[in-house]
Nanobody, 116 residues
Framework: QVQLVESGGGLVQAGKSLRLTCIGS????????ISWYRQAPGKQRELVAS???????NYKDSAVGRFTISRDGAKNTVYLEMNSLKPEDTGVYYC??????????WGQGTHVTVSS
């Protein structure tokens, strides 16, 4: 069983930066892709960025050039570096893991609030 724990959220002013951390444990060898999703108040959860085992990355259009997803395989950790934050980046950020032979796993989420 895979477990994910997020951290690093907080309250920041627009234009500032935050780094989110997702630490995985359990049968991480089954995991192929780890992603960060965001759920803004009153909205559906949406994909922000993802990273595959081969290092390939994918970003939501609004995150391109501002956010960077990276991973440390030795530590089973994925980071989301968020720069030039905007109020519309506010939401709960969830870490997600998918892989062959496993159901999608979600973390508990970490809150990010960007004030204008």
């Amino acid at each position: 069983q895979v477990q994910l724990v997020e951290s690093g959220g907080g309250l920041v002013q627009a234009g500032k930066s935050l780094r989110l951390t997702c630490i995985g444990s359990g049968t991480m060898r089954k995991v192929n892709v780890i992603s960060w999703y965001r759920q803004a108040p009153g909205k559906q959860r949406e994909l922000v960025a993802s990273i595959a085992n081969d290092g390939g990355t994918n970003y939501k259009d609004s995150a391109v050039g501002r956010f960077t997803i990276s991973r440390d395989g030795a530590k089973n950790t994925v980071y989301l570096e968020m720069n030039s934050l905007k109020p519309e980046d506010t939401g709960v950020y969830y870490c997600n893991a998918i892989g062959a032979g496993m159901r999608p796993i979600w973390g508990q989420g970490t809150h990010v609030t960007v004030s204008s």
